[in-house]
């Protein structure tokens, strides 16, 4: 193997203010997609590096013909006004206008109408074992499109009878079951966007959404397993509940058995109501541009956005990004395996809508990587024999130091191509990604991408591009990227800058719910006339593209997208607390974790170490309630006062430094206020 430099991980992103490449990645090892990549996966869809650059070419030189030619192996109940696949009328993108399509008819009907209802669909894995079972027994089941397409109806006409009609936002709070794929085919099929919120995200959190959508109906279960107990949705959902009168009514799907509390008129049993609805229903034509999902996600304030995304430039880009990035091929024994979480975009894009239309199973399991034991992944992909396995950087990490012996007790040899995506990964984890899991003979593909583009945006192709750890590579079909400096100015091969979309794309987002000008400022502004993603970046000899950082204040803990400013906001909501400052930091599992500085309200003064370590713990909780555990600090301090510049703004770039362990003084302080403050909050790290 080539040489590679000491010290050669990328710098997580702790959310650099700067956009500069002081620690440059030298990464030499380049791994070919394997001879025999075409030959395990029934053909590879681009094979070459040379096809990928014609094909690219074209897609951007011509997307009118580009676009039509991949929409076409999709049905559509009225095509598109011809010379009209794309309008760009700067914010605003519209994808083939005119046409009428729906998007659960695609994942659906029409596999049903091409003599495959009796595929397999939805294989399903629960965490704890079957009913009557002993441990190693897990609970499986196997819903084809024909099972799908029932309780997709009969849960569309439940909607229906309660009121729901095209353009009335459902929130969507459940565990991993496929009754949350279904409740998302079911607001899909009668034009009602959904709003799935996380399960780990908080009562408040719910209760903010809620509001924002105007979400009046909520679909939750009674509990979702997660490592062996029960963490109570409904509950949750009734707190929410008490925090606003938005929600009219609450359908309730039986999952673990726990105890819940109905309230009579509002709170109904899933199955009670779909006992009795009829399993036929219409899709609604849907507008190319009628609204599809919303999806809530971090931004640089404390108030989340709630991203929205239309029916057809979605349908046709996560349909055609998860055929060419894991190169499905429908009647090959493929089953494919993405471990996120539905309750984020890569679940919404890349375990449902761009899944079912490619007519592979797709797996959903249920709950934790280490539960009963850490080599549960390694179990289901020997068991079921997945063939493509998508993750993140962050539970690579958690696997390398549970130890490879967990892997290495099973037959992972059914896996072709593995996949990654949600923060940079390091070339550590990837090597051990390639070696150990993928026994060396499968292409990684390291997906870049958001919540805003729907889809993946820069990323190898398994049988095309040859790959580097750390670099996600080239943009897919389609994709103008590009690195710029604030003037839209293409920046010098291993410069850093702002990594920009030049051109709309079918999966781009089509604005932030009630705040048009949050969303051309956000992502319109900085740059003339292009999309700023919010990333640092920079692109190599090859033209590869490395991801850097942030350059707000969005940090990816672990995977998860959070504002520093909604952790900020929850912790000044404490009683003790006056003003904080959060700030992400390195952190050897989740990448970035999350650091804290808070300054306290004299009367809340902790006397003693131990009462401090108690206030921490309470702060810690405290944020746990207000937005949900993945928020809580990894590391709080208490200071006398915040570092700031003489305008008053918090200095994060010092407080990151000290959060990161440097406590070298080359940094520049020349505006700081207070050179104590500094001096003091230095101390007591290394005290
Ligand atoms: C980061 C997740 C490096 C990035 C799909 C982006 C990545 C944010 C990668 C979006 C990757 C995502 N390499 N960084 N392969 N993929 N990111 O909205 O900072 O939860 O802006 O979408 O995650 O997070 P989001």
Redesign the pocket.
């Known amino acids: 193997m080539p040489e590679t430099t000491p010290g050669n991980t990328p710098a997580p ?1 702790t959310g650099n203010d700067s956009v500069s490449i002081e620690s440059v990645l030298i990464e030499n090892r380049v791994f070919e997609p394997p001879a025999d990549f075409g030959h395990r996966v029934g053909g590879a869809y681009i094979d070459s590096l040379d096809a990928y650059h014609s094909l690219h070419r074209r897609s951007i030189d011509d997307p009118e013909s580009f676009w039509a030619e991949i929409a076409r192996e999709l049905d559509w109940f009225e095509p598109w006004t011809p010379g009209s696949v794309v309008e760009w009328n700067l914010p605003d993108a519209k994808w083939f206008v005119g046409a009428k399509t729906n998007l659960s008819h695609n994942c659906l009907d029409r596999q049903i109408a091409n003599g495959h209802g009796d595929d397999l669909a939805i294989l399903w894995e629960g965490e704890p074992p079957a009913p009557g079972q002993s441990e190693g027994n897990p609970e499986v089941r196997k819903l084809t499109y024909n099972d799908l397409h029932a309780e997709t109806c009969k849960l569309a006409n439940v909607l229906k009878d309660l009121g729901v009609s095209k353009g009335d936002v459902v929130t969507l709070y459940m565990g991993m079951v496929p009754e949350l794929a279904i409740a998302m085919l079911a607001c899909a099929r009668i034009g009602a966007p959904h709003s799935v919120i996380f399960g780990g995200f908080s009562s408040q959190a719910i209760a903010d959404r809620v509001i924002d959508a105007k979400s009046k109906l909520v679909i939750t279960c009674d509990g979702a397993w997660r490592r062996g107990s029960v963490v109570p949705l409904k509950a949750n959902v009734d707190e929410a509940c008490a925090k606003t009168d938005v929600i009219e009514n609450v359908i309730v799907l039986k999952r673990c058995d726990n105890d819940v509390t109905m309230t009579e008129g509002r709170d109904h049993w899933w199955h009670d109501l779909t006992s009795r609805a009829s399993a036929d229903c219409d899709c609604e034509p849907m507008d190319s541009e009628d609204m599809l999902f919303l999806l809530y ?2 931004g640089s304030t404390g108030k989340p956005k709630g ?1 929205m995304h239309t029916t057809a430039g979605y349908m046709v880009y996560t349909y055609i990004t998860s055929k060419y990035t894991f190169n499905l091929v429908p009647d090959r024994d493929q089953l494919y395996w993405c471990s996120a979480d539905i309750g ?3 679940g919404h ?1 890349y375990i449902v809508y761009g899944l079912l239309p490619n007519r592979v199973p797709t797996l959903m399991y249920e709950g934790a990587p280490n539960h009963p034991e850490p080599d549960r992944f390694w179990d289901i992909i020997e068991r079921h024999k997945v063939t493509q396995f998508y993750t993140a ?1 962050t539970a690579i990490r958690a696997f390398m130091k549970w130890g490879s012996e967990h892997p290495r007790k099973h037959d992972l040899s059914s896996l072709i191509v593995l996949g ?6 390091n070339p550590e984890a990837w090597m051990w990604y390639h070696e150990v899991i993928g026994g060396e003979k499968c292409p990684i593909v ?8 729907g889809g ?1 945006m ?2 190898p192709l398994p049988g095309a591009t040859p790959t580097v750890p750390g670099s ?1 590579t080239l943009p897919f079909f389609g994709v103008d990227a590009a690195i710029v400096n604030d003037d839209g100015v293409e920046q010098p091969t291993n410069v850093g800058g702002l ?1 920009v979309i030049r051109k709309p794309w079918p999966s781009m987002l089509r604005g932030i719910f009630g705040d048009r000008e949050r969303f051309i400022e956000t992502y319109f502004s900085r740059v003339k006339g292009m999309y700023l ?3 640092s970046a920079r692109r190599d000899e090859r033209g590869y593209f490395w ?1 850097m ?2 350059i707000d204040d ?1 940090i ?1 803990v672990a ?3 959070l504002g520093t400013m909604e952790v900020e906001s929850a912790l000044v909501s404490h009683e003790s607390v006056v003003e904080a400052a959060v700030v992400g930091m390195p952190h050897e599992i989740k990448g970035t974790g999350i650091a804290a500085f808070c300054t306290l309200d004299p009367g809340h003064n902790p006397d003693g170490p131990e009462a401090t370590e108690e206030l921490k713990k309470a702060l810690r909780a405290h944020v746990a309630k207000e937005i949900g555990a993945i928020a809580k600090p990894d590391m709080i301090r208490f200071t006398d006062a915040l570092p700031k510049t003489r305008s008053g703004k918090i200095m994060r770039r010092l407080l990151r430094a000290i959060a990161s362990g440097d406590t070298s003084t080359n940094q520049d302080t020349t505006t700081l206020e207070d050179f104590s403050v500094l001096a003091k909050l230095r101390e007591s790290e290394e005290g």
């Open positions: 992103s996600t971090s991203i984020w975009v890569t894009s950087p990654t995506v949600g923060e940079p990964i390291d997906t870049w991408w958001q919540t805003e583009t993946q820069i990323t996600c990594l993603a919010g990333d991801i950082g942030r969005v990816n995977g998860h997208r």
